[in-house]
């Protein structure tokens, strides 16, 4: 009986699951896989899982308010590039630079804001007219060839292990605090999955629809700067097409958390495990040898099966 | 009198809405030739009735005879096979389309897979003749105005070549003209022998146009018998007429509180040219019959919707407000009418549904202040009687339990001016008795309360002053002692001194 | 005054109607092709009007496919990567032992197929088709991953000459492929499309088959992508299984250019044709100007956009 209302409890609550999935599949493939349980590779796995998780920390909150951002792969690109070429050379630390990045990977969400809320273009294109149009200018602007980054702020936000833990996963754990926080225990979160679950009754409850969504959409061009920032450090050069991975990771980081892509429903402690998750799935695809063809695949009925899921318990 | 089979009866016909019954044993016969009126209120059922003659829903008990032979399951296909066709309030129209294949949508000839534009221009033309419509057949419905868009539907149903003829308040946007040219048209189809249900609430029509008449009241027949018997002030005692028994609060006398709304030529959505004065410690009914601009008033003092006056001081504020955040500030609060798609989020907590207009004033230091908001949930859930834990989705509770946290989630923010639209709309009895309890309760604290209500009884024993909107203009006010359900029938369907009726 | 006219001339009064309503839209292609005719007279012969009509070609298709689903309430994301499954299917069948014949029935099928099985999942499950056809988008680009995962393949050198060579048989097979869509228009389910994207409701109690409206809109779009992509291999010669991604968001531009509207029932086919046209005519100009071919995803990003806001900033303005 107790057994049952645990399982039942478990079920309802979609973050624990992600989290004990991750677990079962980190302790299955240690057993299996040689080198996979190594603290090195684990500790590799988050460091990778840090980028994606900080990039669908913003799309975990557009997805919440009803919208989604096919723009964050593109901004992500967009830092990495121009954070290299707009760091002035007099400024030592390199924090110039970072700062103006990242207020142009903000401007850039905020736009996508103002399109979707004030001009009423659907999100989707909108932010997907946004991502084609940075990528003709990124290289129109700065050519097709890869950037050498010198930031020294980046290198060691890249390199830096402080006691040990890579610097990205600090901060990917700074960004977790603040987005629970955020979500939970401010007045925008809940205002956010009001306005994701029915924008109408939100509306008439006094919630600002339009100033929400900027919100928003600021944030999660800003956190798409931040990953984009992060990888460059970790990468060390900046290129077209850096980010276009992470588009689709990002949306399914945020999916398998267990946060509905109809808006409304989720939260950021489940795309934590999800983007986790991802990334463990597919540095085991890349053992077993899977292609990209597959990972596509793979991905596609991933979000066509929460879909369906989702859709239903949306419908009754 | 009437020999000839009935082409449709519906006999003992029941049907409810999640445990509500909205029809009970409910009997009616269409036979060829005769233009049978339904009459009813807002909610009296006539639009179930229809939907149960036109196989757009199953009765739950009893059965539906076509041609004298019962029908087992009745579905929109089977019913316009068998003849039946029903011009809607809500036009079935394709704006890009032309006249011509709007008319033919779904039933065009056909000839070698494709529409038949010759027969179809051949016969649409007959039909636009009858109807009326001059217009070429192939512009676009978009371009037409209202009434004659509904001139189209009217077409449109005639081109099917119905048996059966039902026609849900078919003059709402006609002009004169166009009354008369339909009136003259009912009376050629039931010379043809063709059987019309006539729906509408406009009471000189139906005596000079139909000659039996079945009237609704609550999901009951109240009478079923020949027009020639009654006259226009037996139809309205029949329509209302109820005993308002004991769900009513005793009203306190009025206080002459501060002066809350003080509008003056303001126009919204289809309202136009409307003042109003009303204080606070009142209940100010807004009758009306359906789709009249009284929700669209009500979203316009909101802000919810654009609006314009010559003057409006709105809670001591100027408005017309342009956002629901300054009505919000000036002490404005609105419960809309369909709770599940406006007023609440569904499948958020109750506890959630209660805080969301006061987030953000429970702070402590500077994040939401957990305690304090349990504590609020705790009270409003108290006060309301709202039991059981409040976690639960808000669309786990029933009807009556989910108006009470669509109007609890206001009161933290202490407003002085209640917006309510129809807040007892498929509520039970005994919630609706607390709903009114506490609506009188609120007004002796000093609040101001304007209720939009289709349940004229409500109106009659609530309200201190009910004003009646007709065609977005207000047709009456009516003080405390003019208030009666007949005055408000009679001023919502055009009778008496403002008969406008075109 | 129609009633006095002739039987059939009430289809010939409609389409002149619906003429009428796009004549600014007609002005400003033919200016702007008058223009370019200027710049460029090359257009004037037949292998430039030829090179000219193969450009436009695949986007006038794809335009079409975004058209036919915005016509009757929905959108696809899933058109590039259509295309693309196209031009893999046909560039991996047509060296086989199936010909050239037995190519393009394989790209016929696989076009209708899965636009069918989209369509099926939009209608009877009612998902939003922006969601749906996203996660189709990665699905079919997956496909057409694994089927041909670098460019490859091989179209035989007389179709890319046929297709894609000195004469005009391009613009021939689109003028066979529109009036293909107007005996399509004339039939019940054609005019359905209009009557489901506007009125849903309303469509159904008149007796339309809202779900099979829904499930062959969407099919023959994916039929015209995947032409498209049996196209773009005829003129590349090969299969690339990410050719077609550009033309996701060229076929939204395309028909929002042409006037047809996000919600559903609004504009015609014959706008959003002339939007491919005016789209196609944009990016050669660009071309010859020197543009860089990314500059072409700038304009794009900035032609959607303006050409959904500016009627919204035009509302407001009236309104104020």
Redesign the interface.
């Known amino acids: 009986m107790k057994g049952a209302s645990f399982t039942e409890r478990l079920l309802r609550n979609p973050p624990l699951l992600t989290f004990l999935l991750v677990a079962l599949v980190w302790i299955v493939a240690s057993l299996t896989l040689r080198g996979f349980g190594a603290y090195g590779h684990l500790r590799y796995i988050l460091e990778l899982s840090a980028v994606i998780g900080i990039v669908a920390a913003g799309q975990t909150l557009v997805i919440l308010l009803g919208g989604i951002d096919l723009s964050v792969g593109a901004v992500i690109t967009v830092t990495a590039i121009l954070l290299p070429l707009i760091s002035p050379d007099w400024d030592p630390t390199g924090l110039v630079g970072i700062a103006l990045a990242l207020l142009i990977a903000a401007a850039i969400g905020f736009m996508n804001g103002v399109g979707q809320a004030f001009l009423k273009v659907p999100a989707i294109i909108m932010t997907l007219a946004m991502a084609t149009f940075l990528q003709g200018l990124l290289i129109l602007v700065a050519g097709g060839s890869a950037v050498s980054v010198t930031n020294k702020a980046v290198i060691l936000l890249g390199s830096a292990r402080p006691a040990g833990v890579p610097a990205g996963i600090i901060l990917w754990i700074v960004v977790s605090f603040v987005v629970l ?1 955020l979500i939970h ?3 925008i979160g ?2 956010l ?2 306005l994701g ?2 924008p ?9 629809v339009n100033r929400n969504s900027l919100i928003g959409y600021t944030l999660s061009g800003f956190f798409a700067g931040l990953a984009g920032m992060l990888l460059l450090g970790m990468n060390r050069q900046g290129y077209v097409g850096i980010g276009d991975p992470y588009l689709m990771t990002s949306i399914a980081a945020v999916v398998l958390g267990g946060t509905s892509i109809l808006g ?2 989720g939260t950021y402690a489940g795309t934590i495990p999800g983007a986790i998750l991802l990334v463990t799935t597919t540095a085991l695809i890349t053992v077993v040898n899977a292609s990209a063809g597959w990972r596509s695949v793979m991905f596609g009925s991933l979000i066509l099966a929460l879909l369906l899921v989702s859709g239903r ?2 419908r009754r | 009198m009437d020999q000839a089979t009935p082409l449709i009866e519906a006999r003992a016909v029941s049907k409810a809405f999640f445990g509500n019954p909205v029809l009970k044993g409910v009997g009616i016969a269409l036979r060829p030739g005769r233009v049978h009126a339904l009459l009813g209120e807002n909610g009296a059922g006539k639009s179930t009735l229809i939907n149960l003659l036109s196989g ?1 829903l199953q009765p739950d008990d009893g059965e539906i005879l076509i041609d004298g032979k019962p029908v087992a399951r009745l579905t ?2 089977s019913a ?1 096979a068998a003849g039946i066709a ?1 011009v ?1 309030q ?9 006249i ?2 709007n008319i033919g ?4 000839p ?1 000839r070698f ?3 038949d ?6 016969r649409a ?1 007959e039909i ?2 009858l109807v009326g419509i001059t217009e ?5 419905v978009g371009e037409l105005s209202l009434g004659r868009r509904q001139m189209v539907e009217i077409a ?1 149903a005639l081109f099917r070549q119905p048996r059966i003829l039902i026609l849900d308040e078919p003059t709402s946007s006609l002009s004169a003209h166009e009354v008369a040219i339909l009136s003259g048209l009912v009376r050629t189809l039931a010379a043809r022998g063709i059987a019309i249900l006539y729906i509408s609430h406009r009471l000189n029509e139906v005596q000079s146009l139909c000659s039996h008449v079945t009237v609704l009241k609550d999901g009951v027949v109240t009478a079923d018998q020949s027009l020639a018997e009654v006259d226009a002030e037996g139809l309205v005692r029949l329509m209302v007429g109820r005993d308002p028994g004991e769900v009513f609060p005793p009203r306190g006398t009025p206080s002459g509180g501060e002066e809350l709304i003080d509008i003056e030529g303001f126009s919204a959505g289809m309202v136009h040219d409307v003042s109003l004065r009303a204080r606070a410690g009142e209940i100010v009914g807004i009758g009306g019959l359906v789709g009249q601009g009284q929700e669209d008033f009500m979203l316009g003092l ?1 802000g ?1 919707i ?1 609006a314009s006056a010559r003057r409006a001081m709105i809670g001591g504020r100027p408005g017309p407000f342009a ?3 300054a009505a ?1 500030a000036a002490g404005l609060a ?1 419960v ?1 009418a369909d709770r599940k ?8 907590s109750i506890a ?1 549904n209660l ?3 006061s ?2 004033t429970l ?1 402590k230091h500077g ?2 202040d ?1 305690a304090a908001e349990a504590g609020l949930v705790a009270r409003l859930a108290e006060r309301l009687t709202i039991k059981g834990d409040t976690s639960r989705a808000v669309q786990a509770l029933s009807g009556g339990n989910q108006q009470k946290v669509a109007l609890a ?1 206001w009161l933290p923010l202490v407003p002085r001016v209640l917006l309510l639209n129809d807040p007892t709309r498929g509520v039970d009895v005994g919630t609706k008795r607390e709903i009114y309890h506490m609506l009188r309760s609120f007004a002796d604290e000093g609040k101001l309360i304007l209720l939009i209500s289709s349940d004229t009884p409500e109106l009659v024993h609530l309200c201190d002053r009910v004003v009646v909107f007709r065609e977005g203009a207000v047709a009456a006010e009516l003080p405390r002692e003019a208030i009666s359900e007949e005055a408000i029938v009679g001023a919502a369907m055009g009778l008496g001194a403002k008969d406008r009726a075109a | ?3 006095a ?1 002739g ?5 010939f ?2 389409q ?2 619906r003429n009428r309503g796009l004549v600014g839209l007609y002005l400003v292609v033919g200016a702007f092709l008058v223009v370019y005719a200027f710049m460029f007279p090359g257009l004037l012969t037949i292998g430039g009007f030829s090179k000219f009509s193969q450009n436009w070609f695949p986007l006038a298709l794809v335009t079409m496919a975004q058209a036919l689903l915005m016509l009757n309430g929905g959108i696809s994301l899933a058109i590039g990567p259509l295309v693309s499954l196209g031009a893999v299917v046909a560039a991996l069948t047509m060296e086989g032992p199936a010909g050239v014949l037995g190519g393009l029935v394989a790209v016929v099928i696989v076009g209708l197929g899965i636009g069918a099985i989209t369509g099926a999942i939009v209608a009877y499950m009612r998902l939003p088709a922006i969601i749906v056809t996203l996660a189709g988008s990665f699905i079919i680009t997956g496909i057409a991953l694994i089927l041909l995962p670098r460019p490859g393949g091989f179209v035989p050198d007389w179709l890319s000459q046929l297709l894609a060579g000195h004469t005009p048989v391009a613009f021939g097979i689109l003028i066979l492929v529109v009036i293909g869509w107007k ?1 399509f228009l ?3 389910l054609g ?2 499309i ?2 489901v ?3 849903p ?8 088959p809202v779900e099979r409206v829904r499930i062959v809109s969407f099919a023959l779009s994916g039929l015209l992508a995947a032409l498209a992509g049996l196209f773009v291999a005829a003129q590349t010669g090969s299969g690339d299984p990410v050719i077609g991604n550009p033309f996701t968001l060229n076929s939204i531009a395309g028909a929002v250019l042409g006037g047809v509207g996000f919600l559903g ?4 086919m014959r706008g959003a044709i002339c939007g491919s046209l005016l789209l196609s005519v944009m990016i050669n100009v660009m071309f010859f100007i020197g543009f860089p071919p990314v500059a072409q995803y700038v304009a794009q990003g900035v032609i959607i956009v303006g050409a959904v806001a500016i009627p919204e900033f035009a509302r407001r303005w009236r ?1 104020a």
């Open positions: 926080l225990r401010l007045p809940a205002r999955l009001a679950a029915n109408l009754a939100a509306r008439l409850s006094g919630v600002d409304g429903r318990e949306a | 757009a929109p296909a316009r029903v809607q809500e036009l079935s129209l394709a704006a890009e389309l032309s011509a294949e949508l779904g039933a065009a056909r897979g494709m529409i534009y010759g027969a179809l221009s051949r033309a636009c003749g070429p057949l192939d512009l676009p449109k909101y919810a654009d956002h629901v955040r919000n609105y809309p798609k406006e007023g609440l989020v569904l499948p958020h959630s805080l969301l207009p987030l953000g702070m994040m939401r957990r989630k | 005054m129609s009633m006219e039987m059939g001339s009430l289809y009064a409609i002149r109607r005996l004339a039939t019940p005019t359905g209009y009557a994207g506007d009125n409701v309303g469509a159904f109690r008149s007796g339309v029932g609004k504009g015609a309104k």
